[in-house]
């Protein structure tokens, strides 16, 4: 079987850990834990191979891709010594290098107010054109292009999709854009109409915030409580957790620091509260006057001036309140940490490895499985069961009631495929 290629859109923190967990799980074949599949399709984790990156930060652009992922301000911790690009157990290419991508809206304004070792550095040389990227893109062959912009970057993520569909490439969208139903029927009917595949929108974690607040909002369902209030705060501080030789200094990584602005994490919130709100819709339950929020943390802002620990450790807080059996009330506090980059690369390990075996098999369009077992806000909310489901009959190669209208032979249409309906919107505003 051939490498899958891989190409990445924001050579950062997650990257870092992406590419540095398939090397280490190809110098310890042994370790399987961290990888929620081991084969899908007949791919393993080894399968991979990382080939080109594309990025805005002079620390990175026109790098070799090994030694971007380790420039500044990339925080997330080491999983290997060095990354290896010649040795057996290598997962970035030899040849991979960082090019120059278009700014655009990936840069927040208020990011220039912190110190550089801690925030984007623009000003690289200008930004290879779109043929350009179109042609290097299809030079190394790639297969499936991740896009790790920052929050907030929604035009940039609509050229990247453009540039995916003009090359042929598969695209996972682990960023929370594209997230109405609207957006994301349209989008897929590009994709299907280019016989392309697609995983979105907006990761989630292997065992993070939205993997927490979905199994428990689903369980509380299924036991036949009402969930009245489901509150999950997330944050950027409190630990230097990995480096406790530094004492003092706010802690943050970029994708903290990027959505310390309002207007920046919109979509990430809308798309946070979509993970608690598919749960109920699943299971054709109301949320109408439930008190729900999930969101990047309101009250620990991190505001510029000061010292700066870059920091990948988040911690999650969860409050809950239900009612259950003749009246009887619960409540439910829960506080996760966790370091945030590597949580995210079991489930990308994983979604890359759909988007290819899904097209050997003939899909187009959306993943409906794989979205929702991997992404916030995918076309369909399903129940975790049902997602796991689906992804265990993709990984084995079966179809589905879900997967055999997808198949290109059926002309899928993507409005006449399953869809929840997802707004835009929080439910704060009219
Ligand atoms: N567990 C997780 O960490 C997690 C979970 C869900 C979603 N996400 C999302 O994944 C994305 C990536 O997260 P991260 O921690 O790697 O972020 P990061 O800030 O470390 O990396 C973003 C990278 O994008 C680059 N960039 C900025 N503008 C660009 C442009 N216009 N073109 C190309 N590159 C540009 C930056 O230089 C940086 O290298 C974020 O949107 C984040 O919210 C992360």
């Known amino acids: 079987m051939s490498k899958i290629k891989a190409g990445i859109i924001g050579v950062g923190s997650c990257a870092k850990s992406l590419v540095e967990g398939v090397q280490y799980y190809n110098e310890n074949p042994e370790d399987k834990i961290g990888l929620m599949y081991e084969d899908i399709g007949g791919y393993s984790v080894h399968d991979i191979e990382f080939v080109i990156g594309f ?45 120059s991508a278009p700014e655009m809206d990936g840069i927040a304004p208020h990011m220039h ?9 623009n000003g690289a040389v200008p930004a290879e054109s779109f043929e ?30 453009d540039v995916a569909l003009e090359a042929g490439i598969h695209f996972v969208n682990c960023i929370p854009t594209l997230i109405s139903t609207e957006d994301a029927m349209t989008t897929e009917q590009r994709f299907i109409d280019a016989g392309l595949t697609i995983v979105g929108s907006d990761m989630r974690s292997a065992w993070g915030a939205s993997r927490m607040s979905e199994v428990l909002q689903g369980a509380m369902l299924d036991s036949g409580l009402m969930v009245t209030q489901h509150i999950q705060m997330n944050m950027a501080a409190g630990s230097t957790q990995g480096q406790e030789h530094i004492r003092t200094g706010r802690t943050a990584n970029t994708d903290f620091l990027n959505m310390a602005k309002q207007y920046r994490l919109h979509n990430k919130h809308v798309s ?63 506080r996760l940490s966790v370091q945030d980059s590597p949580n995210s690369g079991g489930v990308v390990v994983s979604a890359i490895r759909f988007c290819k075996v899904a097209s050997e098999m003939g899909i187009v369009g959306y993943l409906r499985g794989p979205s929702a077992w991997t992404q916030k806000t995918p076309p369909l909310q399903l129940k975790t069961q049902d997602a796991k489901f689906e992804c265990d009959a993709l990984a084995r190669r079966v179809l589905t009631d879900i997967t055999t209208p997808q198949l290109k032979e059926n002309r899928p249409k993507a409005k006449n495929l399953p869809h929840t309906f997802q707004d835009a919107k929080n439910d704060y505003e009219n």
Request: glycine fraction near 6%; aromatic fraction near 8%.
């Open 55 to 99: 990025d805005i930060d002079k620390r990175k652009v026109n790098k070799k891709l090994a030694k971007a992922l380790r420039a500044q301000p990339n925080c997330a911790m080491d999983h290997v010594d060095k990354i290896t690009t010649t040795s057996n157990s290598s997962a970035v290419n030899k040849d991979a290098m960082v090019y």
């Open 113 to 121: 107010d912190y110190p550089d070792e801690v925030t984007f550095v």
């Open 132 to 161: 350009r990227s179109v042609e290097l893109l299809q030079y190394h062959d790639v297969d499936v292009l991740i896009n790790y912009l920052p929050v907030g970057s929604e035009e940039a993520s609509k050229y990247w999709i």
């Open 272 to 334: 946070k509260e979509n993970v608690l709100k598919g749960q109920n819709s699943v299971r054709g339950e109301s949320t109408a006057g439930m008190t729900l929020f999930a969101g990047p943390s309101l009250t620990v802002q991190q505001k510029p001036g000061g010292d700066y620990i870059s920091s990948d450790n988040k911690i999650a807080n969860f409050d809950m309140v239900a009612y259950g059996f003749a009246g009887a009330r619960y409540e439910m506090s829960a």
